[in-house]
Antibody, heavy 122, light 108 residues
Framework: DVQLLESGGGLVQPGGSLRLSCATS????????MTWVRQAPGKGLQWVSS????????YYADSVKGRFTISRDTSTSTVYLEMNTLRADDTALYYC???????????????WGQGALVTVSS | SYVLTQPPSVSEAPGKTARITCGGT??????VHWYQQKPGQAPVLVMS???DRPSGIPERFTGSNSGNTATLTISRVEAGDEADYYC???????????FGTGTKVSVL
């Protein structure tokens, strides 16, 4: 059974930092790209970042570029999202998702976690 | 940046056909995926690569993509189909993912 479990969410002040983790199981982690998608309260889905299966290639939405860093650890089958200089408009539920295709992102997202809530407020 | 536009809402009576559109410049040249999201739940993939239905998704769900519009069609709509639906593509020109604005499907 495929499982994706996000953790690390919480309340942080503007300008602060947070690191989200997404622990996976039931997949050959090293074969698949992974993606983070967020959803602000009452709003739609927004693509945030993706990382290739090898970890060599990373991709970011313009709104987070230079502030967020995606990475992955094959030894623990975990993908991370390091978030710095957080702003109020980063407040959202952050989902981790597995790419359906092998290697590079840009395919369908066939498995999703339940999300980690990030609240940026003073 | 690439923009995908969906109607905010679609309503249909049970047993009828609901069509959800996703508009984008030359979207027919891209591979479109669709997700269903029910309240308080994570999104679920219901259609990939324009018209490929994942295992477990009813045959009532079909997809098409041509020109500037992709469409997710739900035939014989049921109360359990009530949800938000999002289209999704990868934009190779900007090297990033793009989601549509989302459509709330209501079954009357």
């Amino acid at each position: 059974d495929v499982q994706l479990l996000e953790s690390g969410g919480g309340l942080v002040q503007p300008g602060g930092s947070l690191r989200l983790s997404c622990a996976t199981s039931g997949i050959t982690f090293s074969s698949y790209a992974m993606t983070w998608v967020r959803q602000a309260p009452g709003k739609g889905l927004q693509w945030v970042s993706s990382i290739s299966a090898s970890g060599r290639d990373t991709y970011y939405a313009d709104s987070v570029k230079g502030r967020f860093t995606i990475s992955r650890d094959t030894s623990t089958s975990t993908v991370y999202l390091e978030m710095n200089t957080l702003r109020a408009d980063d407040t959202a539920l952050y989902y981790c998702a597995k790419e359906e295709g092998l290697g590079t992102p840009g395919t369908a997202l066939d498995y999703w976690g339940q999300g980690a809530l990030v609240t940026v407020s003073s | 940046s690439y923009v995908l536009t969906q109607p905010p809402s679609v309503s249909e009576a049970p047993g009828k056909t609901a069509r959800i559109t996703c508009g984008g410049t030359n979207i027919g040249s891209k591979r479109v995926h669709w997700y269903q999201q029910k309240p308080g739940q994570a999104p679920v993939l219901v259609m990939s690569y324009d018209n490929d239905r994942p295992s477990g998704i009813p045959e009532r769900f079909t997809g098409s993509n041509s020109g500037n519009t992709a469409t997710l069609t739900i035939s014989r709509v049921e109360a359990g189909d009530e949800a938000d639906y999002y289209c999704h593509v990868w934009d190779y020109s900007s090297d990033g993912g793009v989601f549509g604005t989302g459509t709330k499907v209501s079954v009357l």
